[in-house]
DNA sequence: GTGAAAGCGCTAACAG
DNA sequence: CTGTTAGCGCTTTCAC
């Protein structure tokens, strides 16, 4: 590995020359610049990026952090994320914490050590540890997908939940359905709340309600959303529709349902939240919530920028839009 | 942010001292330790990393390049090495190159700046620019799951391919099919000529063949796989089996041919590979080849740690079994 | 237009 | 057991 003294060597000339002739040409002489890049050449020179980033105190990384790579929702946002961070100049340091508070933690750590010049986090966790708690109030710190609750408040990136579970709520009732399912996440989390609170706010307004009995939880997974589903079929009698919090657990759900020759829409309308790639090549092909997640993955890195570099913040709170994707999982009532 | 400097002003030691008392305790005097720790507390003190690493020479970075971070085979892959990699203190930075060879270049640029200690790539390509190939050989790289044609070789961590074809294909003849079509990936990808290599052998041995009209190349996106379908659909007869190099192109492909009312397996069977995890939910469940993902990606991940280290490497080509999962999707030919 | 020198924060070799 | 010093590779004053 050549340095940059190697090369000053070869030139014939000061290291600080070779730095200028590689960052600001136009500094130095033409001929000693050419005898620059060709000693760049002949060496095979590559400027130490470990060294630059020291010596400018960045890294000029960003730590992501997510509860599960392997949810394709999360997988758009980083893809967001990452396509943004590369136009700036940003690389990703992939934080799958897998849920476990440990790994979020030493994953947050980063950006008090220097290792990370700002954090992404798309749970609902604050991720740092007691200890860290009073130095992370300087880390960059951007929220997105997910709402944590705490006193401090950070830049958050989210969608209308409620709004968004309202609106699936009305075109569930507008089908004629009024004994509706829900299929929820972790109960303590802000946006399960939030799509739990847009599903009652559309059912209270056609006089309806939901019972304890048609709420299941799930966690996110398909597996999850299968077990949902056996247990609302184990119940006196079948809803009219299903709404699961995403579509993961739609799909665990439309499994259960079609293992015991329920059909779908037919029997039963089943929708879904997110609009992973796959929900419109289920069969039926699921309808559900579009969430932007490229998006939305773009804009927290683009708030996390600014952050980073003391630019204004427009708006710290950024609600991007979603739409109603109606597929063939969901079907007007036929009253028999 | 407080340095060493700081902490070893507040506690009168050396900053040499202060580094000894975190690193090796036991070569200071515990009263001297006790101070340099209440001064760490004072000052909340957090070594810096990136310091740290420039002195050291090593980033303790791992550059992990994937076509799609959104594909849910290569994100378990990815969390593979992302668990093997914390275990040994390294951490990931995600290069999703969305099959541009720009950005690949981009990112295994990074191996030669010494921003990354090594890297792994997931994709056919060998990902260093023309420019850098020279020095790339001083770079540790491990190819996984894919095979990169060049001279030089690296060590990788893959399948079976051509066996687990053999073997999909060998059940399928069992089953009674006997004109089968395969929806194939990019042709010069090694492992796509490997699987289609296995289904050739198996068919051969069976005194069959594969004619050119039932290969049928897909990208291994879901929208692929489904216009692959259509394509085999507007053929004079239909196969009697379809074969998909991947599951996703496998679930475009089975809606497809739902879309035109065939039924699966009843009039046609429909197999696919990797396992991912959404096949065990699709209508009808998706038989298909397991890879066992996360395995390896943790072995790449090893194999990278041992040629980082400069540690011997058991063996440089790594091949992981496969498994037959035998789902709804194909059945034993009706003889009509 | 160019060189000398200091410094980023930490570790390690060497003295004492 | 502890302090001094040099050095990792690069950038950036500050002189000349």
């Known amino acids: 590995?050549?340095?940059?003294?190697?090369?000053?060597?070869?030139?014939?000339?000061?290291?600080?020359?070779?730095?200028?002739?590689?960052?600001?040409?136009?500094?130095?002489?033409?001929?000693?610049?050419?005898k620059v890049m060709e000693a760049v050449?002949?060496?095979?020179?590559?400027?130490?990026?470990?060294?630059?980033?020291?010596?400018?105190?960045?890294?000029?990384?960003?730590?992501?952090?997510?509860?599960?790579?392997a949810?394709?929702?999360?997988s758009r946002v980083i893809r967001g994320i990452e396509q943004e961070a590369q136009t700036k100049g940003y690389a990703i340091l992939l934080g799958d914490t897998q849920g476990c508070i440990e790994r979020e933690q030493e994953y947050a750590r980063m950006g008090l050590t220097s290792q990370a010049d700002g954090l992404i986090q798309l749970d609902r966790r604050f991720p740092f540890s007691d200890d860290d708690k009073a130095l992370a109030a300087a880390v960059p710190f951007v929220n997105a997908c997910e709402r944590i609750s705490s006193d401090a408040t950070y830049p958050v990136v989210e969608l209308d939940n409620r709004g968004a579970a309202r609106a699936m709520g009305q075109y569930l009732l507008h089908c004629g359905h009024k004994d509706i399912a829900v299929i929820t996440g972790p109960p303590d989390s802000p946006i399960?709340?939030?799509?739990?609170?847009g599903m009652q706010d559309a059912l209270l307004a056609a006089g309806l309600g939901l019972t304890a009995e048609r709420i299941v939880q799930g966690d996110f997974s398909m597996r999850s959303g299968f077990a949902a589903a056996e247990q609302l079929l184990q119940q006196n009698s079948l809803p009219d529709a299903i709404f699961?919090?995403?579509?993961e657990m739609a799909i665990g759900a439309m499994a259960a349902l079609k293992a015991q020759d329920v059909r779908i829409p037919d029997d039963i309308s089943v929708a879904g939240f997110d609009n992973i790639e796959f929900s419109a090549y289920t069969n039926p092909a699921l309808t559900?919530?579009?969430?932007?997640?490229?998006?939305?993955?773009?804009?927290?890195?683009?708030?996390?920028?600014?952050l980073m570099?003391?630019?204004?913040?427009?708006?710290?709170?950024?609600?991007?839009?979603y739409e109603l994707i109606i597929r063939d999982?969901?079907?007007?009532?036929?009253?028999?």
Chains 1, 2 share one sequence.
């Not at 340095?3 to 060597?9: A, E, N, Y």
């Not at 000339?13 to 730095?19: E, I, K, L, P, Q």
């Not at 949810?71 to 999360?74: D, T």
């Not at 999982?329 to 028999?336: A, C, E, F, G």
């Open 1 to 34: 590995m050549s340095t940059i003294r190697m090369v000053s060597k070869l030139a014939g000339v000061s290291t600080a020359t070779v730095s200028r002739a590689l960052k600001n040409p136009e500094l130095v002489a033409t001929e000693t610049r050419q």
């Open 41 to 69: 050449r002949q060496s095979g020179y590559r400027p130490n990026q470990l060294a630059k980033n020291f010596s400018s105190g960045r890294s000029y990384n960003v730590v992501v952090l997510v509860p599960n790579v």
């Open 288 to 306: 559900t919530i579009d969430q932007p997640a490229e998006a939305i993955g773009r804009q927290a890195m683009r708030a996390l920028y600014q």
């Open 309 to 321: 570099h003391q630019l204004p913040l427009p708006q710290s709170h950024l609600v991007l839009p």
């Open 329 to 336: 999982s969901t079907q007007q009532k036929v009253h028999s």
């Open 192 to 197: 399960v709340r939030d799509r739990l609170s």
């Open 244 to 247: 699961s919090m995403n579509d």
């Open 71 to 74: 949810n394709p929702f999360f």
